[in-house]
């Protein structure tokens, strides 16, 4: 059966370009996923909006179209990123309005506003008036124009809101705020990066097992083997004494950026990203049939004992999961798209090939991504992870994506494929695993 590249798995808008997870949330019985949305067209022009898809258990979703348009003069150039916070039954956003003033600007230095606007919503769709809480001459002299994506928290009996910035010395940084009541906001403090980039956006902060992260998405850092493989990074830090250390990519495969947490009802804390990255130097065929990009699955976060974040798929995928079949060490497999791979056993090397595609490889300690046909990567080539040990291998396969965890979380690597066919071989070569065919997730869409 040929492919048409529609994600099963994974939501994204039949029509248009989507970015940045925004206003993650759970409220009314409900999880709420928004995101940068430009309906007009598939390669991000045109007005910059908020989509909304909202789901009772992260596998059945409604889309009820655009909720947020850039129709004040506060967000006129665009309805930003931003996040979801609830209060007394009602679900706060906070964004970025963005405005881009008309005129011989650089739009770093002048020429932007960026202003931090707050609605309310009591269904998730229908929204009240805008309110602007924060506008540049809120922010430190020192800030370029560049002051975006706040996401804010409760924590003990106050608010904080972090935001994404650059100096005018083109340092990444984030700015801090604090409020009693959600509309008033002072600020408070300034975290430096010194990681050689010139931008942090989508800042996240949270705690995982009484320990403090912050999520950025650094612009700028230059390009490592194993690190800052991509145009732009986004990883997050350990928050120690106010000060950031050991920073980690959270996926280091070629489609990942600005991704935000939030807490399940149950307590645990999921992360989706944007499944692409701004100012790529490869493309989706996707953009010929009117649409581009989609989000990550929702992940679950844990902290790891070594430091680092260990990232699992959410555990609801396993009720998608149909009857497994076993691939044997030195066998080929036809498996039909979308399913899920795991191999759990150490490994001193193998080979896992998608024949005529890609193939993923474990030696010396290195795991590698490798595309082998232009025509299913589209301009992607390598990307590189040094594990040390190899202790096993899950795989979400989707009709155009491929999310790989490795070592249980430990490393994700993420990527966009487009494969003719609705099945890849599979060939294995110093590995054993099984392949469990997965059902598509529900998504009735209102528009
Ligand atoms: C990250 C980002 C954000 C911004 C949004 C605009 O991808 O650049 O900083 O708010 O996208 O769509």
Known sequence: MKNDHK??????????????????????????????????????????????????????YRFTGTVLYPDTPDDRSGVYSGCGLVKDGLLYLFYTGNVKEEGEHDYITSGRGANVILVTTGNGHDMSEKRTLLRNS????????????????????????????????????????TSDDLLNWTYDSTLFGGDGSYMWECPD????????????????????????????????????????????????????????????????????GWMGIGDIPYTNPTVSQGRQHCLTLPRELTAGREGGIYQRPMRELNALKGRPVSLADGGTLEAGLPFYFASLAERERFKLTFEDMLEMSFADGVFNLRFT??????????????????????????????????????????????????????????????????????VIRDE
């Open 7 to 60: 994600q099963l798995l994974h939501l994204e808008p039949q029509s248009g370009w989507l970015n940045d997870p925004n206003g993650l949330s759970c409220f009314g019985g409900k999880y709420h996923i928004y995101f940068q949305y430009s309906p007009d067209s598939p390669d991000g022009s045109g007005r910059k909006c908020w989509g909304h898809f909202e789901s009772p258990d992260l596998l059945n």
């Open 138 to 177: 809120d922010y430190p002299e020192y800030c370029s124009c560049h002051v975006r994506d706040p996401k804010v928290w409760e924590e003990d009996g106050r608010y904080r809101m972090v935001l994404g910035a650059r100096t005018l010395d083109d340092r990444g940084c984030v700015l801090y705020y």
């Open 205 to 272: 902060e949270f705690v995982l097992s009484e320990r403090r992260f912050l999520s950025v998405s650094p612009q700028g850092v230059p390009h490592g083997e194993f690190m800052y493989q991509n145009v732009y990074s986004s990883g997050y830090f350990e928050l120690r004494d106010g000060e950031p250390r050991d920073y980690r990519e959270w996926d280091c495969g070629f489609d990942f950026y600005a991704p935000q947490s939030f807490e399940a009802p149950d307590g645990r804390r999921l992360l989706i």
């Open 373 to 442: 046909n232009d025509k299913v990567g589209c301009g992607r080539d390598i990307r590189r992870a040094k594990i040390g040990r190899f202790t096993g291998i899950e795989i979400v396969a989707d009709t155009s994506s491929l999310e790989i965890f490795l070592n249980g979380g430990e490393a994700v690597m993420s990527t966009r494929f487009y494969p003719g066919e609705m099945t890849v071989r599979l060939h294995s070569d110093g590995i054993e695993g099984s392949v469990y065919p997965l059902r598509a997730m529900e």
